[in-house]
């Protein structure tokens, strides 16, 4: 069975830098298109990044520019580098299939605060 295991995140200032990471289990990981979403208080989960088995990937806009999705087949890991970090970033991120099915359950996420 798939599980994703998100880490990398923190409280940062405003345009602070930091790294995500997405460890996912399972030898089929690679063949996945795989996403960046994230979900602040009171808001829908929204799609923010993804990347196919390629490594093709496409943005949403507010975050074009500043973060880089990447991915590791090898590693079975997939990465967001964000860069620029603004208040509005400030949200639970978590990593999953795209589109997503609900095959795979979403993970604990890992929690990005951006403040002064």
């Known amino acids: 069975q798939v599980q994703f295991v998100e880490s990398g995140g923190g409280l940062v200032q405003p345009g602070g830098s930091l790294r995500l990471s997405c460890a996912a289990s399972?030898?089929?990981?690679?063949?996945?298109?795989m996403g960046w979403y994230r979900q602040a208080p009171g808001k829908q989960r929204e799609l923010v990044a993804h990347i196919t088995s390629r490594s093709t990937s496409t943005y949403v806009d507010s975050v074009k520019g500043r973060f880089t999705i990447s991915r590791d087949n090898a590693k079975n890991t997939v990465y967001l580098q964000m860069n620029s970090l603004k208040p509005e970033d400030t949200a639970m991120y978590y990593c999953?299939?795209?589109?997503?099915?609900?095959?795979?359950?979403w993970g604990q996420g890992t929690q990005v605060t951006v403040s002064s």
């Open positions: 399972g030898s089929i990981f690679k063949f996945y298109v």
């Open positions: 999953n299939t795209v589109p997503y099915s609900g095959s795979v359950a």
